[in-house]
């Protein structure tokens, strides 16, 4: 037993100091030592062989575990950096209204991201991701965590609820990126101006898609990486209060008149600024329409409409400045006028000659014809184009429509273009046209810009006599008092106006209970600074109306409501003294009465 017992404990005694290495081995021979102990049967390595082993696995698991946590919280450099770029390079400048108010800006919001490459487990991240966003698809997104892209969007613009649970997920390869979102404070405020950006924040509609088209999508596109703070804000030249006021009593009007819509806009006459503009229906921009809805077009320069007795001041002035006629010409208005078997009737028939004053006031499309035919044919074309009513309007907003012109224009397209039926063009564009009517003889673009008289006057064109424009503003001043623009006779502001009556043209032919109203107004007549502009589409008439639908009752009542409203907001200060000599220039012509107050009647 003992001889057995040392064998067993005495061997391995004697054997293990030559295991260990020592000291003048070679590297090969140590490492023969080390695998004896390693792989060595004898208890009495077993302990340091089973410690070996768990330093290894630890050792693993360690070097598995650190690389998952550097995954998770090392972002990829190259694709954060590009996503960065990305969100940066869609900043936008403020737009501003003329007097400093913001209408547009951006906003920091949170967007989630993945990279696919680093998801461990696709299946789990959509799951979990779409638990913390319900509005994700589940379906599309683990289309998109199962591409091979190094960079997908999850969702854009989450709340802070939102971002605050995805970010508790820890999800390795999902992050969360600050983007600038565009808002506009005001909602539905100036929205067919203003247009709106799309989630990229790029321009799509407005002023914010001339902005791109100015070059800073260009800049974009070039990798420019250009913060809010970078670029200067915009000024407009529309006031945000008068825009407010316009617009409430565009939406009462439509409302109160049963209307299809309407649509109002105030232009100063001398810079071409558009101080005010509502299209009603519209929209707000921080929920950006479906562009394809024809409803919630700018009626104003998108929509293109016969303008009715509105062009009458284009076919007059047209008449005045060629000498051929003046304030004191009579014209026949005593029957129908006949055009092989086409009759042309007023609506207020005088059956007698009319001076061309009364065939202002009392709106005579015979009159207006006849002076028209005394241009011929070639002269009245040649005059409106001169007026810009036969080619598109442009202006800083993209959305712009063209004239529908008469292919063959004989001398019938002559005689109802002069009042107003037989050639359709954006209201914006007829406005354009009466403003150098109003200004002194100057044809001047209107602007959504804020720019000053000198400026809009640089290049804009002298189209009629300083005397032409003088008579047409005692004529629009006249109207106001005795004729058809009574209503927007609003005491204190000197006003002068013309109303413009349209019927549809549905499925070729003329709807008699299917309307198109306008009415224009200027502000004060004598020393023009606003003219105004109201249209009504298919506009009812009322019991108070006395059934009519026709501008006077409708376009013209809501004219003068936002005359009387907006005047004190726009510096035009009351005068309830009359102007001592309104119209200098046709007094010394020889024609006094036109500083006296009128007498008789007019239209209606």
């Known amino acids: 037993m003992t001889m057995h017992t040392g064998d067993f404990f005495e061997a391995p005694q004697a054997t293990a100091p030559d295991a260990r290495p020592r000291k003048g081995k070679s590297v090969g021979a140590r490492l023969r030592d ?33 690389r998952l946590v550097y995954l998770g919280f090392k972002p990829d450099p190259a694709n954060l950096r590009r996503a960065a770029a990305e969100a940066v390079a869609a900043s936008r400048p403020d737009l501003l209204d003329r007097n400093g108010e913001i209408l547009a800006t951006d906003v920091k919001t949170m967007s989630v991201f993945a990279e696919p490459r680093r998801l ?9 991701l779409t638990a913390a966003l319900p509005q994700v698809d ?100 529309l006031d945000v209060k008068a825009t407010h006021a316009l617009r409430d009593e565009v939406v009462k009007g439509v409302e109160h008149f049963k209307a299809k ?40 320069n998108v929509g293109v409409y016969e303008m009715g007795s509105t062009f009458k001041a284009l076919t007059i002035a047209m008449a005045l400045d060629s000498g051929k006629v003046n304030l004191n010409t009579h014209l026949d208005a005593r029957s129908a006028l006949t055009f092989g078997r086409f009759k042309i009737h007023d ?7 009319l001076s061309v004053t009364e065939v202002f006031t009392y709106s005579s499309n015979v009159g207006t014809a006849r002076m028209a035919l005394g241009q011929g044919v070639e002269k009245h074309k040649a005059f ?53 009517l ?15 008289e000198e400026e809009a006057r ?44 349209a019927e549809k043209v549905v499925n070729g032919h003329y709807a008699k209970n299917r309307l198109f109203t306008t009415f224009m107004a200027v502000a004060p007549a004598d020393k023009p600074k606003y003219l105004f502009m109201t249209l009504m589409d298919e506009p009812q008439g009322l019991p108070e109306t006395g059934g009519y639908a026709t501008a006077a009752y409708n376009s013209g009542t809501v004219t003068g409501k936002i005359i009387e409203r907006v005047g004190p907001m726009l510096d035009l200060q009351p005068r309830f003294d009359p102007p001592k000599e309104p119209f200098p220039l046709l007094a010394r012509m020889g024609f006094g009465y036109v500083n006296q107050p009128a007498s008789g009647g007019g239209g209606h």
């Not at 461990?120 to 979990?128: R, V």
């Open 34 to 66: 080390f695998s004896r102990v390693a792989f060595s049967t004898s208890l009495s390595t077993s302990t340091s062989r089973i410690r070996l082993v768990a330093i290894a696995f630890l050792g693993l698991y360690a070097i598995i575990g650190g």
């Open 120 to 128: 461990i487990d696709k299946d789990e991240a959509t799951e979990l």
């Open 138 to 237: 589940a379906k599309e997104l683990r289309e998109r965590l199962g591409s091979k892209k190094g960079f997908v969007w999850v969702k854009r613009e989450v709340t802070p609820h939102q971002r605050d649970e995805v970010f508790h997920l820890g999800l390795p390869g999902v992050g969360l990126l600050a983007e600038n979102k565009r808002v506009y404070p005001n909602g539905p405020l100036g929205a067919h101006v203003l247009g709106f950006a799309n989630i990229d924040n790029a321009g799509i509609a407005g002023i914010e898609k001339y902005i791109d088209g100015q070059g800073l999508a260009d800049l974009h596109g070039a990798g420019f990486s250009l913060a809010r703070d970078d670029l200067q804000p915009i000024a407009l030249s």
């Open 261 to 300: 819509a309407g649509a109002s806009v105030i232009m100063d006459v001398n810079t071409g600024e558009i101080v005010a503009m509502a299209s009603y229906p519209d929209y707000d921009p921080n929920s950006p329409p479906d562009v394809r809805d024809a409803n919630l077009i700018n009626r104003l």
């Open 347 to 353: 609506y207020h028939a005088q059956n007698r000659a």
């Open 384 to 436: 409106l184009r001169k007026m810009g009513q036969l080619t598109r309007m442009r202006t800083e907003l993209p959305e712009s429509a063209e004239p529908i012109v008469p292919k063959n224009w004989g001398e019938l397209n002559t005689m109802t273009i002069a009042f107003g039926h037989g050639l359709a063009v954006a209201p914006l564009q007829a406005m354009m046209a009466v403003g150098a």
């Open 438 to 452: 109003m200004n002194g003889g100057y044809l001047i673009t209107p602007t959504f810009l804020k720019r000053n």
């Open 458 to 501: 640089k290049d804009a064109p002298r189209v009629i006599k300083p005397e032409t424009s003088e008579a047409m503003r005692f004529l629009m001043r006249r109207n106001a008092e005795i004729g058809t623009a009574k209503k927007v006779d609003v005491p204190g502001y000197f006003v002068g106006g013309k109303t413009g009556t």
